[in-house]
């Protein structure tokens, strides 16, 4: 693998998981981060701890920016656009879409060439089975830092536009949170059957994919209403809201004169809002 030298700045739990793979790996790696100590440990691994974001950009080929969100991005950032002209802007910040685009097009209008990246794992998993990360902007930056890129996990690019990274990451995170919540909300009622349940997932998938709410063996809309799970859990005094989401769902289907179709038909309440 061709050394590159890179530099990561913010050195939050996952940028310092990023910046230790690149330094194993043998990269030049530089880090920078608005609290100097947090670089000590990559220091010592290795890696050069740079006193200024323009020192640590003018040492790197790609820039991996990891940061708190997208106004970190541009007041770290603004100040040294100059430099970055030719550069690699990998931003891994978390963003919503609208801003992942708007950072791409600041870079374009600075000479950068722009990745926007999605990490699919907590830092610990980061160079492990199991790590990805999505990627969408530059496919030509994609090919060339892959290498690099993957060490990180497995690298999956989606396209030219920029947000495309950041919109597939939350609609993941989305179905991760409410999942967790549905499982809590279960545990909170003592239904130690849980685990089982998630063998469903694919099934849903393939329904939603081919648009057919009426394929046989589906559970219906009618037989899914929560009424009674809701009246149960607030029997046993706990919070209603996480299934009475699910039930609002529910009811605007069946509302609609969808009841008799399958309950994986949800899909069409939450892709449109009422």
């Not at 990561?8 to 609290?35: D, E, I, Y």
């Not at 950068?112 to 990805?132: K, N, R």
């Amino acid at each position: 693998m061709t050394n590159t030298k890179v530099t990561v700045l913010g050195l939050g739990a996952m940028g310092a998981a990023l910046a230790t793979s690149l330094v194993r790996a043998g990269h030049a790696t530089t880090v920078w981060n608005r609290s100097p100590g947090k670089a000590d440990a990559l220091v010592d691994l290795g890696a050069t701890a740079a006193a200024t974001v323009r020192d640590a950009v003018t040492a790197a080929d790609v820039v991996i920016a990891c940061l708190l969100d997208a106004a970190s991005v541009h007041e770290v950032l603004d100040p040294v656009a100059d430099l970055l002209t030719g550069r690699t802007l990998v931003n891994v910040t978390t963003t919503t879409p609208e801003q992942s685009r708007e950072i791409a097009d600041w870079a374009a209008a600075h000479g950068v060439v722009h990745l926007d990246g999605g990490i699919m794992a907590v830092p610990d998993m980061i160079g492990q089975p199991g790590s990805s990360v999505l990627y969408s902007g530059s496919a030509a930056a994609f090919e060339q830092r892959r290498p690099l890129l993957d060490l990180w996990g497995e690298s999956a690019y989606l396209g030219e536009d920029a947000g495309l990274a950041s919109l597939y990451d939350l609609a993941l995170l989305a179905g991760m949170y409410v999942m967790f919540a549905g499982f809590l909300h279960g545990a909170a009622m003592v239904a130690p059957w849980l685990a089982a349940m998630t063998g469903g997932l694919a099934g849903f998938a393939a329904v939603v994919d081919g648009g057919d709410y009426t394929v046989p063996g589906q559970q219906s809309l009618e037989f899914s209403d929560l009424g009674d799970l809701l009246d149960a859990s607030a029997a046993q005094g706990i919070s209603t809201e996480v299934v009475g989401v699910v039930q609002d769902l529910i009811r605007r289907q069946v509302d609609a004169g969808h009841g008799k179709e399958g309950f994986a038909r949800i899909y069409e309440s939450i892709k449109r809002p009422a």
